[in-house]
């Protein structure tokens, strides 16, 4: 799931290994639009294509010798999964508009909230690709599937983003609150809990986290869902359609940075659709670029 900490994982395997000393490249499938994702992985040379003015060195160029973290590897197009088959099988691969065959050495670490068994059984990924990435299978529980972490987590959490003021405490009843929520952000969500909670408590002067953390959430979903006699079921119905999907699209949007087609292909619907409905609700002011 979103938030798990994928990264942090990957990070941790790469630090822990013989190629710590080498770099460490990050490539999010996700976010880089349609008609990049082949120069950010592969690199291209000048002139190979309209702004290509200059040689630029692609992730498996930069990352040899060391580790390629592949985030979002389910939302990589189709058409690019068989290069990407071919540098895992053969460790060399060219640059975009280039002729010269280079060779890359590097550990790639792949990561996706998606379930790939059947992205591959629903002709969206490619089964050979899958089975050549999915050498040692890590899955990354949800937050509320692990709450025993929590107490450990949020020590550490308050005391990096902590440090540099006066120590603060948390009392066992703020503890068995967040232990008991059921986090559907994950570790993302309750590092933005208590970062907001550690501001709040310093700009009062305290030094004990309170029963301030689950009370301003982000959303008041219960509070969307309030009924109004007067309306009939398809004027009620309407509204919270509309809400829903002013909602979607504002979340979806804000997970790709405002990239469209990024957008698009996670929520696996038409970009020229969701650009529509994005305008329809003033949400990209009418811009139809990513």
Known sequence: ??????DVLARAIFEKSSRSTGPFVVVDCGAVSYSLIESELFGHERGS?????????GAFELANRGTLFLDEIGDLPLDVQPKLLRVL??????????????????????????????EVQAGK??????????????TVPPLRARRDDIPALVEHIVASVGAGGPA???PSET???????????????LRNVLERAIFMTRATGKTEI?????????????AVFSFDAAKSYRETRSKFDAEFET?????????HGGNVSAAAREARMDRKHLFDMAKKHGLKGGSNED
Do not use: C
Not at 104 to 112: E, G, L, P, Q, S
Not at 127 to 138: C, G, H, N, S
Not at 247 to 255: E, N, Q, V
């Open 175 to 189: 503890m068995l609150a967040l232990s008991a929520h059921d986090w559907p952000g994950n570790v993302r969500e």
């Open 49 to 57: 294509f309209t702004g290509a003015v200059s040689q630029r060195q």
């Open 89 to 118: 099988e053969a460790r060399e691969f060219r640059r975009v508009g280039g002729n010269k065959p280079l060779k890359t050495d590097v550990r790639v670490i792949a990561a996706t909230k998606r379930n790939l068994l059947r």
């Open 210 to 222: 309170g029963n301030v953390l689950l009370s301003a959430g982000p959303t008041q979903d219960n």
């Open 125 to 138: 990924f490619r089964e050979d690709l899958y089975f050549r990435l999915a050498v040692v299978p890590i």
């Open 168 to 170: 603060l405490t948390i």
């Open 247 to 255: 909602r979607y699209i504002k979340w979806i949007l804000a997970r």
């Open 1 to 6: 799931e979103t938030g798990t900490g994928k």
